[in-house]
């Protein structure tokens, strides 16, 4: 992760544990509306590629590629979410954060 990032999400985000949202600061939000506006680009681009029938090898090198910047959005978030929401839950006395902190994790590692 970039030291920016990192600032971004130290500085910026929190969570409200009792509805449940992400509050990002604009910065984090920017930035992750631009990895996933490219990530879109990358998938249209998949699909051009399948329409004109390119090479099958190319295209899955592409479709790894994009599977890559999407782990990158995932990882952001979810460091976010560990220094600010599960801490500040933990913190609250909210230990049930753990578990579902590990599930997220688990459908994390299933890709």
């Known amino acids: 992760m970039l030291d920016t990032d990192l600032e971004n999400i130290e500085q910026g985000d929190h969570c409200a544990s009792s509805g449940r949202k992400s509050h990002h600061s604009d910065k984090t939000k920017k930035n992750l509306v631009t990895r996933l506006n490219r ?6 681009g998949i699909k051009g590629l399948i329409e ?19 782990n990158s959005v995932a990882k952001l978030l979810l460091e976010g979410h560990m220094k600010t929401c599960i801490v500040e839950r933990i913190q609250e006395g909210d230990h049930e954060v753990v578990d579902e902190l590990l599930v997220t994790i688990q459908k994390l590692m299933k890709k």
């Open 39 to 44: 990530i879109e680009g990358q998938i249209r």
């Open 52 to 70: 004109k029938d390119t090479y099958c090898d190319d295209v899955i090198t592409q479709i790894s590629a994009t599977q890559a910047a999407l």
